[in-house]
């Protein structure tokens, strides 16, 4: 009937009017309202399902950056969507002024998988290691060692963005204008016992490593270091504490990345994974630390609210319930496959091999991009094939999906890389 298939032909242009001019209304409104911090392309994000974030035009994208190795549980997870929801309906927040019982059964939850004693809750990784440079200090102080306030890290580390958390990133361009730094805060390289043990003195609180530096590049830690360095920071009265903001809740194919590092540290920073999105940050320590911020030392206004603290117990049940710590290892072996093939067939862009090196461990991979190409320009071709990443240390495209990630999806994403990569464009003259 013609009279029909007119008013369908109007519906849906109708339709297309309607939905780019939200897109556009909403870009407009995102570029003069929002800071420009950060670096989005011009989309918007409306709603996600798995390993798939859908945009306001209704395209949709594989979602390999995974909220910067946040999504334990993919996008809208049905069980952690339904605790958060129920949570909601019950109690949102209380203060710590008073127990709730999700946060008395996520720390027991914690130190059960951790083998840690105490949790101290916080909203993100940079509170989370806040934390740690607090309770490390406050325990010399404690002791009566008031002299021992020095706290190393190492270069290309990465810890956060608030002014504790950043003086201890060992990258300057986070450090640039908002100066001065916190004093005491010494940098060494990483994986170089000799360097550390140059460092760590009578004076040294506490010393701060990621089980892979994730941010600086995807650089694993390498186990006999990490040993050494426990054995060191004993024997010299100083703390080890791990960011395993990124590496944790099982990203790097075990619970916490200190299992195959084969240390227990004095204490631990976690965030991202733990909320499978939703803000909620932790630090755990062991039983020596258990008294080291005594009651009115430290606290947060939000920490470990109930809201927050469903949704971690959602994320630790349903990774039991769905083995998601088998399904990490056996898509991390399938990505690292098809990663290296892309590396040995020597795909070509702008006439040079466009990744150099593959890195990292479990569902936290990185490809370096040639350093003669842009690796921005392979995160746009790569977005334009419907696959979203994201770049760590500048020059290595970071492979951190959903830990539900589907063996098709990983395909499907090698797939996409492939066809992507040979646009990656060479990197303006200037830089
Ligand atoms: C992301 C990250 C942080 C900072 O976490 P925020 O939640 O952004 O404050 C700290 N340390 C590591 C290792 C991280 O990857």
Known sequence: MPHQAIHWIFSYIWLRFVVENNTKTLLEAANTSLMANYRQPQMVMVSGRGSWLKNSEGTSYLDFSGGIAV???????????????????????????????????LAAELCKRSGFSKVYFTNSGAESNEALIKIARKHAYLKGDKSRTQIIATHQGFHGRTMGA????GQPKY???????????VFVPYNDIESMRAAVDERTAGVLLEPVQAEGG?????????????ELTQTKGALLLLDEVQTGIGRTGTFLAKEWLGIMPDACALAKGIGGGFPLGAMLVTEALANSLPTGSHG????GNPLACAAGLAVLQTMDEENILHNVNTQSEKLRAGLQAILNDNIQAAGVAACTELRGTGLLLGLKVNPELDPMSAIAACREEGLLLSTAGGDVLRFSPPLTVQSFEVDLA???LRKALPRTAKKPAST
């Open 166 to 169: 950043v003086s201890v990133t």
């Open 414 to 416: 090698i797939d996409k």
């Open 300 to 303: 947060s206004t939000y920490g």
């Open 71 to 105: 999504l334990s549980l993919g996008h809208a997870h049905p069980k952690l969507a339904r605790a958060i929801a129920d949570q909601a309906a019950t109690l949102i927040h209380t203060s710590n002024l008073f127990y709730t019982d999700k946060a008395v059964r």
């Open 218 to 230: 995807i650089i694993n830690g390498n186990p006999e270091y990490f040993k050494a360095v426990r």
């Open 175 to 185: 450090h640039e204008g908002f100066g001065p730094m916190l004093p005491d805060v």
